[in-house]
């Protein structure tokens, strides 16, 4: 389950939805953690997270568990249980609270700037976006069920790989561009038929 031996977080996330055979938008982070066996809590059901913080990932020794800020819309629970997803699979040592309220830093710690990357990585696949044409922030939180703040993030780097071409450079995004090509098919056909 570990993934940190991938060059870099790219790969991480385009390996994980290939190992879960990920094929539609949005991405269902749940069949990730059931395949897993990693636990997701609702911290309404436990009250363990602290001031701040809007998830978190922890291992007992056994199992790992992810506990996430359920009193946020759906969009930020998503991004909070893939965030912590990255965490896990990019191997970082996590110990409670280590990054609890990041805000309160003046830079986001290297860790959790990675989780963010992974995660938006995991959530929005640019051959998936890019194929469908999805540039713009609204409609990449709309269709990818991501906060809006994230999806500014993601329309950026977008922005930058169309400008560079820099789609289908690696044998991994063509395989997961073929596990999405179904849906991809799919979505293109909608869009025809309008």
């Known amino acids: ?14 390996k994980c939805l290939l190992d879960f055979e990920i094929d539609s938008l949005p991405v269902d982070v749940l069949k990730i ?9 609702k911290n309404s059901a436990v009250n363990d997270l602290l001031p701040g913080e809007r998830g978190k990932a922890y291992f007992n020794g056994v199992r ?13 629970s ?6 912590e997803l990255g965490h896990i699979f990019l191997g970082h040592a ?4 280590q990054y609890a309220n990041v805000q309160s830093f003046g830079t986001k710690p290297k860790a959790e700037d990675q989780a963010d990357k992974f995660a938006l990585r995991l959530l929005c696949p640019a051959c998936v976006l890019n194929t469908l044409d999805i540039y713009d922030d609204e409609d990449i939180a709309r269709r990818c069920k991501i906060p809006l703040s994230q999806a500014k993030k993601r329309a950026k780097r977008m922005k930058e790989l169309r400008e560079r071409n820099k789609f289908f450079t690696d044998p991994m995004e063509q395989k997961v561009f073929d596990n ?14 309008k």
Request: proline share 2%.
């Open 1 to 14: 389950m570990y993934y940190g031996l991938y060059q870099n977080i790219r790969d991480c996330a385009w």
């Open 33 to 41: 953690t059931r395949a897993t066996g990693i636990r997701v809590i």
């Open 64 to 76: 790992w568990f992810i506990i996430y800020d359920d009193t946020q819309p759906i969009e930020f």
């Open 78 to 83: 998503r991004f909070t249980i893939a965030h």
């Open 94 to 97: 996590l110990t409670h609270a």
């Open 180 to 193: 999405f090509k179904a849906y991809i098919d799919a979505e293109l056909s909608k869009e025809h038929k």
